[in-house]
């Protein structure tokens, strides 16, 4: 048993991405619930919609958004979104709901080209290229189907982006990208039109938050540390004896 452990312990140690330094997406300084973007009547607190969002509800905190072409919610406080990661990194984290037919893109503005981000979360994967069905899985292929939070770090040291789904590691990997547009971020169907790009109908934004001190990965929920600690026993008492 104490052998097993520790076995899966490695593999979990071995699997961990660059970015080790965890941060809770509730301890990051831009935390915005569905309702405290749009609260129902107007959009609040720096957001707006853009392109072609036609409806928008609230419902609790979950903000309902549905597209008819090329439509987005976009955030820009004034906090320096533009020059993120050029000395510290950046965090990004998403809660969404989402069915069979959706897509959407996480696009976060590098500005220089050095740190910024267009990653493509459909139902059937998450991706660099394709709309919101099969094509969209080049990074990953599980199927998104549902509620799932998705967080992007990027990392200073390597000028790559980490990837979780719901605080299981996907990539250390992601090549960061240009997407341009002024140092704003971009949740929606950013850049496309009726027939290509990352296309939704009607999607539910739970929770939007995201930290520019740095790139963090998600703190581990409390059986996967209790995993870790138990596989360090196993490992110490495997050496005494």
């Known amino acids: 048993m104490k052998y097993t452990i520790a076995a899966l312990a490695v593999t979990t140690l071995t699997a961990q991405a660059v970015i080790t330094v965890t941060k809770d997406s509730a301890d990051f300084a831009q935390n915005y619930d569905g309702n405290e973007i749009y609260d129902g009547t107007s959009y609040v607190n720096g957001w707006a919609a853009a392109g072609g969002i036609t409806a928008q509800s609230t419902s609790g905190s979950v903000l309902t958004l549905t597209d008819g072409t090329n ?43 050095a740190n910024g981000a267009l990653i493509y979360v459909g139902a059937n994967g998450i991706g660099t290229n394709g709309n919101g069905t099969s094509t969209n899985q080049d990074i990953s ?29 996907v990539t250390d990997t992601a090549v960061t990208t240009n997407p341009g547009g002024g140092p704003r971020l971009i949740i929606g169907d950013c850049c496309s039109n009726a027939s290509t790009g990352v296309l ?42």
């Open 141 to 169: 292929a599980v199927s998104n189907i549902g509620v799932h939070t998705f967080r992007l770090a990027y990392d200073t040291s390597s000028a790559t982006i980490n990837i979780w789904r719901d605080g299981v590691f």
């Open 200 to 241: 939704f109908d009607t999607i539910d934004i739970h929770n939007i938050s995201y930290d520019i001190t740095g790139g963090f990965a998600p703190v581990p929920e409390p059986s996967s540390a209790a995993l870790l600690g138990l596989g360090g026993i196993a490992l110490i008492l495997r050496r005494r004896k």
């Open 71 to 113: 439509g987005w919610v976009e955030h820009n406080t004034g906090d320096p979104i533009v020059s993120l990661g050029a000395t510290s990194g950046w965090t990004l984290e998403v809660t969404l709901g989402m069915d069979g037919t959706d897509g959407i893109a996480l696009w976060q503005d590098g500005s220089n080209g």
